[in-house]
Nanobody, 118 residues
Framework: QIQLVESGGGLVQPGGSLRLSCKAPRAIFSVFTAYTMGWYRQAPGKQRELVATITSSGTSNYADSVKGRFTISRNNSRKQVWLQMDRLEPEDTAIYYC?????????WGEGTQVTVSS
């Protein structure tokens, strides 16, 4: 099992930026590197959706709605993954969840709220 702790959410104006962080403080380094890490989000009244994922080797994948605006990165030695969000839009408002996946097993953080509003 892997514990995930998110931080970095908040209120930002349209066009602004936020950087989300996800740490796995208790994970063994070799265990963390085996996981594909990702960010998902859930807006009120909507289903949880993929935002971005990154494999242990650094291959990333993005939802079409965030391509060119968001960047996912990871540092395996620090057992940490980030989501840099630029040019935020009101439609990006949601709870953002960190995810770790391996061989069909998923682990989730508790989420961090991102609100984009003027």
């Amino acid at each position: 099992q892997i514990q995930l702790v998110e931080s970095g959410g908040g209120l930002v104006q349209p066009g602004g930026s936020l950087r989300l962080s996800c740490k796995a403080p208790r994970a063994i380094f070799s265990v963390f590197t085996a996981y594909t890490m990702g960010w998902y989000r859930q807006a009120p009244g909507k289903q949880r959706e993929l935002v971005a994922t990154i494999t242990s080797s650094g291959t990333s994948n993005y939802a079409d709605s965030v391509k060119g605006r968001f960047t996912i990165s990871r540092n395996n030695s620090r057992k940490q993954v980030w989501l840099q969000m630029d040019r935020l839009e009101p439609e990006d408002t949601a709870i953002y969840y960190c995810n770790a996946e391996q061989s069909g097993l998923d682990y989730w953080g508790e989420g961090t709220q991102v609100t984009v509003s003027s």
